[in-house]
């Protein structure tokens, strides 16, 4: 959250740049800014521990086949709208040059627009101790927190800064993980960044290590990765070469190489058997959702296997 306050922070005082020397009147010279530069990765998850050595090898995955950018709606002329009329307010004592009620004051025009949503965010994270309940409460009536987060991942990417865009378009991810669309403009944004463009997992909002596959137009997903992810307990027995997960009374086994697999005592088939592949133990995906009783979707553009618990 941090990570992405500063972000946020430096994208206002970059518009902000721009915007006042666009708004700047005769005798009346907005203070100068001075956009920081923020160069971050995203956390890697945890590494997990290896269950056996790869045993089988993946088929190559298929190129996935981006679609043409959809248009996007500019934010310059609302940035500048929002800058030139926090100019005219500045009180002693306020955060900042021109003090919170020049950004209240003129986030009122944009409110219902990207700029005024990145600008909400702001002021309930900087300026929470001046604000009233019902300032409050206005204000978090404006911000969706994916909606913003993604607006501000696309200004980072018009910018240039296309590493940053790829970290908050992360967190808006993580704000609304049902939300497939955020998943394609992530595929985009990691193919602009030049990053792999191999199949992913994506559980609860929380992006993986370990990689799905497909061979014989079967989905395989790590089994370990999920269920733990979902919170479930998981053991590994070397001598039997099963794995087997606690969740909520529900108990399940797998044994690798086999197309069978208990749940609570009663066999259940799988579409293909349960394999070793770089260290992790990998299911088809469709045995997640009967067995863990979650939802699984598939992203087509970004190649995204999604998983969440209702």
Request: proline residues 5%; without cysteine; glycine residues 6%.
């Amino acid at each position: 959250m941090k990570k992405t306050v500063i972000l946020l922070t430096s994208l206002a005082l970059m518009l902000g740049t721009a915007a006042g020397t666009a708004s700047a009147k005769p005798g009346n010279t907005p203070p100068g800014k001075t956009g920081k530069e923020v160069s971050s990765k995203a956390p890697k998850d945890k590494e997990r521990p290896v269950e056996e050595k790869q045993t089988e090898e993946m088929d190559p995955s298929e190129t996935a086949k981006p679609e043409e950018d959809e248009g996007k709606e500019s934010s310059v002329s609302e940035a500048e709208n929002t800058e030139s009329s926090a100019t005219d307010s500045s009180e002693p004592g306020k955060k900042g040059p021109k003090g919170y009620k020049g950004l209240f004051k003129a986030i009122q025009n944009v409110k219902d627009k990207p700029a005024g949503a990145v600008l909400a965010d702001i002021l309930l994270t900087k300026y929470a101790a001046e604000l009233t309940d019902e300032q409050k409460k206005e204000l978090e009536a404006i911000i969706e927190e994916d909606k913003a987060l993604e607006a501000a991942a696309e200004m980072l990417e018009n910018n240039g800064s296309v590493t940053d865009a790829v970290y908050l378009q992360e967190e808006a991810i993580k704000s609304n993980f049902k939300n497939l669309d955020l998943y394609k403009t992530l595929g985009k944004l990691n193919e602009k960044a030049g990053k792999k463009n191999g199949v992913k997992l994506y559980v609860n909002g929380e992006g993986t290590d370990a990689e799905p596959f497909i061979k014989k137009g079967n989905t395989f997903v790590p089994f370990r990765a999920i269920a733990e992810t979902l919170n479930a307990e998981v053991t590994w027995n070397p001598e039997e070469r099963s794995i087997t997960v606690s969740k909520d009374g529900v108990i399940i086994k797998l044994v690798v190489d086999s197309k069978t697999a208990t749940v609570n005592g009663q066999n259940v088939s799988l579409e293909a058997p349960a394999t070793i592949t770089k260290g992790s133990t990998y299911v088809p995906v469709r045995f997640i959702s009967e067995a863990l009783r979650a939802t699984v979707l598939w992203e087509e553009q970004s190649r995204t296997v999604v998983v969440y618990e209702e």
